[in-house]
């Protein structure tokens, strides 16, 4: 089934015909759609905003306030419209809040968005040695909650391994108390049982409690599934489901002691109707939207993680890998399992770069490369590209002395105060610290408001570390 007739089956569904709005292209016009992808919080809302205004921007601002811009001496005119069917990216409302005399960062995103930057440029390709037939690109970009990102590893496992490792997962030290009330009731569930709603809802309730709770009070990111971690989201208690490793579809052979097959009417049979359900959904998600943007940028919040130490950056390593691999298998050609384009791009970018002097920039790309894996990377060497960003620069780099040596610093407004203050950010790990190396890390990484900028940064792309480079790599 292709995709398109897939969504002309799905009534009523929220993405219904944003695959036919993304795909109508008139072919006088160049298209790269590139796909903002990053869990929640990893700055994917600040990206857009900032990379968009600088689209704007860039052309008629001086040379270093975006080094790079491969139209440049051409550009004719840069304009933001809707993607046809897709619900507007609030950017001029962003934009307002960044440039606000008292500004502030954007709140958690709860739905998908997008947003066409048309440019008219001179008869160029974007190489300049190509010459193109086509006048105009369209860059499409695309927001929504990072939540949702953490359902793609779902894709590609069954229930049962799924389960299994949510199960241990829950199991492991920096999970397990909180995990405990909805283990102790899952206890006694009967997968072999009439099926129950108000059962698979009170359960369902206490699975959700847990994912909320490891979000808040551990940061830990990897919970599953992503949609019910929205913490304003009202999830239909009919749509709950929690993982159960002894449920198993499919049992007639190669029943294992304990395992209990999913007969028609039962507990078991309801929690794999609802996982399924759920996994239709994602899948029409990423198939249909993100499925066909051939470029991605993956922003990865590193130094977020790392400040909260071993645990919380451990559960990162976990998801970022967890999903770079669901992209590489969903993707493969055996498998069909997604109508997924080829990605020729993907930037990786570790976000949040101002929260550190420059210095330490090449120490968090290594990072990034460890975090990701080599055998990723080796797999992806001709399209990947990693670079350390930040879309909107709240700092700037100062040298101070302490003890008679220059030391490096960053002079910006703290998360919460009112005032500038120079702070010591120290050395990050260029590498994934062991266990016990946690303890000797001397880093401080601080979180900041966003930068008194004013209108004067109206016609000028906002101060950024590296965003132009993110344009290079994707277009060239
Ligand atoms: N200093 C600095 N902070 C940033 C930057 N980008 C994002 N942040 C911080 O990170 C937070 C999250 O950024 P968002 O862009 O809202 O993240 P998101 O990925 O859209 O998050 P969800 O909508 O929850 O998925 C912001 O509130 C800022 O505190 C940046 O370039 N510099
Ligand atoms: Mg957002």
């Not at 294992?256 to 899948?283: E, I, S, W």
């Not at 990693?386 to 100062?398: F, G, I, R």
Request: glycine share 8%; aromatic share 8%; net charge positive.
């Amino acid at each position: 089934m292709t995709p398109l007739s897939r969504l002309k089956t799905a009534a009523g569904s929220t993405l219904e015909g944003i695959a036919a709005a993304l795909d109508a292209s008139p072919l006088t016009h160049r298209r790269h759609r590139i796909a903002v992808t990053g869990l929640q919080r990893s700055g994917k809302t600040v990206f857009i905003t900032a990379f968009a205004h600088a689209l704007l921007t860039a052309a008629r601002a001086p040379m270093a306030a975006f080094p790079f811009f491969p139209w440049r001496e051409h550009v004719q005119h840069v304009e933001l419209l809707d993607i046809p069917g897709v619900p507007r990216f609030p950017f001029e409302e962003r934009l307002d809040q960044l440039l606000a005399e008292k500004p502030t960062w954007p709140a958690p995103t709860t739905g998908l968005s997008g947003l066409r930057v048309r440019i008219r440029h001179g008869d160029v390709g974007l190489l300049r040695s190509v010459v193109s037939s086509s006048a105009t690109t369209d860059l499409d970009l695309i927001d929504y909650p990072g939540e949702w990102l953490l359902d793609l590893p779902m894709l590609t496992q069954s229930f049962r391994e799924w389960s299994l490792q949510m199960e241990e997962l829950a199991n492991s030290a920096g999970r397990l108390d909180l995990a405990t009330p909805w283990l102790d009731a899952v206890r006694s569930l009967d997968p072999a049982a009439p099926e129950n709603p108000a059962e698979l809802a009170r359960i369902g309730g206490l699975y959700r409690d847990y994912l909320l709770r490891c979000r808040q009070e551990r940061s830990l990111c990897f919970v599953q599934p992503g949609r019910f971690a929205l913490a304003d989201e009202t999830v239909d208690p009919a749509a709950l489901f929690f993982p159960l490793s002894t449920v198993r579809s499919g049992m007639r052979s190669g029943m294992r002691p304990g395992m209990f097959p999913a007969g028609r009417g039962t507990m078991g049979a309801a929690l794999l109707q609802r996982h399924a359900a759920y996994l239709k959904r994602v899948r029409q998600f990423y198939g249909d939207v993100f499925g066909r943007l051939g470029k991605q940028v993956l922003l990865v919040d590193l130094l977020s993680a790392l400040q909260q130490g071993h645990v919380a950056f451990a559960d990162l390593g976990l998801a970022i890998r967890s999903i770079s691999d669901a992209f590489e298998e969903l993707r493969h050609p055996l498998l069909r399992m997604l109508p997924i384009a080829r990605v020729d791009r993907l930037a990786l970018a570790a976000t949040k770069a101002d929260h550190v002097t420059a210095d330490q920039h090449a120490n968090l790309v290594n990072l990034l490369r460890d975090i990701v894996g080599e055998p990723f990377l080796l797999a992806t060497a001709r399209q990947s590209g990693l670079m350390a960003v930040a879309s909107v620069k709240a700092t700037t780099d100062l040298k101070l002395k302490v003890n008679g040596l220059a030391t490096p610093f960053l002079r910006g407004i703290p998360a919460g105060r009112d005032e500038v203050l120079d702070i010591q950010p120290g050395v990050i790990p260029g590498t994934i610290p062991a266990a016990d190396q946690w303890d000797e890390l001397g880093f401080n990484i601080r979180r900041f408001e966003p930068p008194r900028l004013g209108a004067a940064f109206r016609d000028r792309p906002l101060p950024h570390v590296n965003l132009d480079k993110v344009l290079q790599f994707l277009l060239a």
